[in-house]
């Protein structure tokens, strides 16, 4: 097994990942707080 050095692993696919997953996370919670509000304003 190589010895493991702190901070030497490449790690840009997983903050592309990371990016991505919070970029998702985003626009869903954005569009369910817009269709709450849709609705609330079709039955208010």
């Known amino acids: 097994m190589a010895e493991y ?7 840009t696919d997983h903050e592309k990942t990371y990016d991505g997953f ?3 996370a985003t626009i869903v ?5 817009l269709v709450i509000v849709f ?6």
């Open 39 to 44: 609705i609330g304003l079709v039955n208010g």
């Open 29 to 33: 919670a954005g569009l369910a707080i």
């Open 5 to 11: 050095k702190h901070g030497s692993m490449d790690i």
């Open 22 to 24: 919070i970029r998702f």
